[in-house]
C-alpha cells in the first residue's frame, strides 16, 4: 500500500535523458524522466531504446495503467484479442490488470513509458526496471546484454512479483492473449 505523500514534501526538478538518469536494462536503454519516488508514488515516467529481441516476456501490472507514446519506430501490442500496432506520434494504454506483450517492429524504437498507480497501490514498474537493470556506462544500446531471453527467469518473476508485476505461463498466454505468436518467436523488424 501507498504511504500517503503530502504534496510539500514533493520538489520540483528537471530531468533529461542523459547518462546521470539511464540505466541499461535487458538489453535496452531506461532513462528515468520521473521516478514514483518523485511523484509520492503516483506516477513513473520513463523514456525506453530498445532493439528487437528486447521485449519482456507476456505479463500483467497489479498496480498500475501502463501508456506508450511512440517517439521512433514501430510496436505491435497484444492485450486481449487486440493486436494495436503503434508508429512514431501515437499512444497505446494498457489498463491495469490485463495481460498484454509487445514486439518490437522496427530495427531501434524510442518510445516513452508512462505508468499510473491505481487505488492505494504505489507504482513499482520504475523499481522493477531499476532492480533488473545496471548503469548506464554511454548513452547507445549496450552491444553485450543480457536479455529476457538469456537471463534466468526466476529472477525477473521473484522481482516482478514483489513489484506488481506478474508473467504469465505458457498456457495462460494462449488462452489470455489468442494472437500473441509466442515470447521468443523471431518477428521480422519492419524498416520505414
Not at 535523458?17 to 536494462?25: E, K, P
Request: net charge negative; proline share 7%.
Amino acid at each position: 500500500m501507498m504511504e500517503q505523500v503530502q504534496s510539500a514534501s514533493l520538489k520540483a526538478y528537471k530531468r533529461t535523458s542523459a547518462l546521470d538518469s539511464a540505466m541499461f536494462y535487458m538489453g535496452s536503454l531506461m532513462s528515468f524522466l520521473a521516478k514514483g519516488e518523485d511523484t509520492g508514488g503516483r506516477f513513473a515516467l520513463m523514456e525506453y531504446q530498445a532493439k528487437p529481441g528486447n521485449e519482456p516476456p507476456p505479463h500483467v501490472h497489479d498496480w498500475e495503467h501502463e501508456l506508450y507514446y511512440v517517439l521512433e519506430g514501430e510496436m505491435e501490442f497484444y492485450c486481449e484479442d487486440k493486436v494495436l500496432v503503434a508508429h512514431a506520434g501515437e499512444t497505446i494504454f494498457l489498463p491495469q490488470g490485463k495481460p498484454h506483450a509487445f514486439y518490437i517492429r522496427s530495427p531501434h524504437l524510442r518510445t516513452l513509458i508512462l505508468v499510473q498507480a491505481v487505488g492505494d497501490c504505489a507504482v513499482g514498474l520504475d523499481r522493477y526496471f531499476i532492480e533488473m537493470a545496471e548503469p548506464a556506462t554511454s548513452m547507445s544500446l549496450p552491444t553485450e546484454a543480457v536479455t529476457y531471453m538469456t537471463d534466468d527467469p526466476s529472477h525477473a518473476i521473484r522481482l516482478g512479483a514483489a513489484n506488481g508485476i506478474r508473467f504469465l505461463s505458457r498456457e495462460e498466454t494462449a488462452e489470455l492473449l489468442p494472437h500473441y505468436p509466442g515470447f521468443g518467436v523471431p518477428r521480422k523488424s519492419r524498416s520505414h
